[in-house]
C-alpha cells in the first residue's frame, strides 16, 4: 500500500515537473533574454535614410532613440504614432534634444527613399526615415521583434483589388544611448506618457 502511494506521488511530482518545465514553452513567449534579463529589441541593421544614405544602428549609437515601425501607406495608425512622437518631443522641451525621432519602414517596396522624404516632413523636422531592400528591412524588423505581413486588400465583394497593406507591430520603442531597449509606448499612448519618459531620462 506505502509503496503504491509513494509511485503514485512519484508519478504525479514527475507529471508536475513536466508541465512546469514545458508548459511556460507552449505559451506565447514575451521577447525576453533569458541571460542578460535584458529585453532583446533592438538590434543590428543596415538600412538607408530618406536621402539615400546608408544608416546603421551604430549612427543611433551615443543619443536615445525614439523609434516606429510602420508604412507611409498607412490609413490611421502610423500617422497618428508619429504624430504622438512629434508632440512627445515638442512638448519634451531641452529634453528632446538628445533624443532622435526614428520611423522604419515595413513596406520598403513602396516606400522608396523619395517617398519617405515627402511623406516624413508632416511630422518632426529631426526625424530619420528609414528604407532599404526587402531583405534589409525585414532585417531590421527582426531585430525589433516587429512583426509585419503584406496581406491582400479586398473589395466590397470579397475579391482581391491588387493592392496590399502591411499588418505590422504599432510599439513605439524607447532605445538608450547604446541601442538597448529602454521601454515600449503602443501606437495609441499619450504624448504625455512619452514626453515624462523622456524627461526621466539621465541627460547630460
Ligand atoms: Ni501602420
Redesign the pocket.
Known amino acids: 500500500m506505502v509503496k503504491r502511494l509513494a509511485i503514485a506521488l512519484a508519478l504525479l511530482l514527475a507529471t508536475l515537473l513536466v508541465l512546469l518545465l514545458y508548459l511556460p514553452e507552449m505559451r506565447p513567449q514575451p521577447p525576453v533574454s533569458m541571460a542578460s534579463g535584458a529585453v532583446a529589441i533592438g538590434g543590428p541593421f543596415t538600412l538607408v535614410d530618406a536621402k539615400g544614405e546608408t544608416v546603421t544602428d551604430a549612427n543611433l549609437k551615443g543619443r536615445y532613440s525614439l523609434i516606429y515601425f ?2 507611409t501607406n ?1 490609413p490611421d ?2 500617422p497618428l504614432a508619429l504624430q504622438t512622437m512629434t508632440q512627445a518631443l515638442e512638448a519634451a522641451g531641452p529634453a528632446a534634444d538628445g533624443v532622435q525621432p526614428v520611423f522604419i519602414s515595413v513596406d520598403p517596396e513602396r516606400d522608396t527613399a523619395d517617398a519617405l522624404a515627402g511623406y516624413i516632413a508632416n511630422f518632426h523636422p529631426r526625424f530619420l526615415a528609414l528604407t532599404g531592400t526587402v531583405e534589409q528591412a525585414r532585417e531590421a524588423a527582426k531585430s525589433y521583434k516587429v512583426y509585419a505581413a503584406k496581406a491582400p486588400v479586398k473589395d466590397a465583394d470579397g475579391k482581391e483589388t491588387g493592392d496590399y497593406t502591411v499588418n ?1 507591430t ?1 510599439y513605439i520603442y524607447l532605445m538608450d544611448r547604446d541601442g538597448k531597449y529602454l521601454a515600449h509606448f503602443p501606437s495609441e499612448a499619450k504624448a504625455d506618457e512619452i514626453t515624462a519618459a523622456i524627461r526621466q531620462l539621465p541627460h547630460g
Do not use: A, E, L, W
Open positions: 510602420g508604412f498607412c495608425i502610423c505590422h504599432g
